[in-house]
T-cell receptor, first 112, second 113 residues
Framework: GQQLNQSPQSMFIQEGEDVSMNCTSS?????WLWYKQDPGEGPVLLIA?????ELTSNGRLTAQFGITRKDSFLNISASIPSDVGIYFC????????????FGQGTTLQVKP | DVKVTQSSRYLVKRTGEKVFLECVQD?????MFWYRQDPGLGLRLIYF???????EKGDIPEGYSVSREKKERFSLILESASTNQTSMYLC????????????FGSGTRLTVV
């Protein structure tokens, strides 16, 4: 099945550092979503983006819908230990099939 | 608080057993999905359903079947469990064809021995 290319696969950073991760696709998407999965839990929606160029923030998190509609990035500023988890991007293309396509995930570890 | 509830957090089953994973949502969502999650492979879609008694194969349906007799309940069935089906299983639901994203359950970690 089709997947998004999400990078990096994993990150190990110091508390207080900023984090950046991104997703790219060979197809155009109409919706980009970013999820976080805490250890042992299901993914939870962080940010949803619906327009090319859109920049949306949620606290220390900022995400952007790429102008080409083929990419998106997520930034986390001033990381804290509870940011630990797996971050997934997801996209929805044309045709309104209702199926999201997920990236492979970025595992984030934060050293206090 | 809206919820997707998976009946078991942890399950251990023997090879060859028939396994049922249950998922219930209380949001009156039309769409429901089953994924499995394995390290390095992300989320892989097993089956999904857009309506009661309707089902469609995802990317990795082999060895699985599903049942959706009621709108709120979507069951994943492992007809004859095998060790390569040891995984984390995630159920999700959505409205409006997923434009606003999915709501996930907490997952069932299945170990087949």
């Amino acid at each position: 099945g089709q997947q998004l290319n999400q990078s990096p696969q994993s990150m190990f950073i110091q508390e207080g550092e900023d984090v950046s991760m991104n997703c790219t696709s060979s197809s155009i998407f109409n919706t980009w979503l970013w999820y976080k999965q805490d250890p042992g839990e299901g993914p939870v929606l962080l940010i949803a983006l619906y327009k090319a160029g859109e920049l949306t923030s949620n606290g220390r998190l900022t995400a952007q819908f790429g102008i080409t509609r083929k990419d998106s990035f997520l930034n986390i500023s001033a990381s804290i230990p509870s940011d630990v988890g797996i971050y997934f991007c997801a996209g929805s293309g044309s045709g309104n099939t209702g199926k999201l396509i997920f990236g492979q995930g970025t595992t984030l570890q934060v050293k206090p | 608080d809206v919820k997707v509830t998976q009946s078991s957090r942890y399950l251990v089953k023997r090879t060859g057993e028939k396994v049922f994973l249950e998922c219930v949502q209380d949001m009156d969502h039309e769409n429901m999905f089953w994924y499995r999650q394995d390290p390095g492979l992300g989320l892989r879609l097993i089956y999904f359903s857009y309506d009661v008694k309707m089902k469609e194969k995802g990317d990795i349906p082999e060895g699985y079947s599903v049942s959706r007799e009621k709108k709120e309940r979507f069951s994943l069935i492992l007809e004859s469990a095998s060790t390569n089906q040891t995984s984390m299983y995630l159920c999700a639901s959505s409205r409006d064809r997923g434009v606003y994203g999915y709501t996930f359950g907490s997952g069932t970690r299945l170990t087949v021995v």
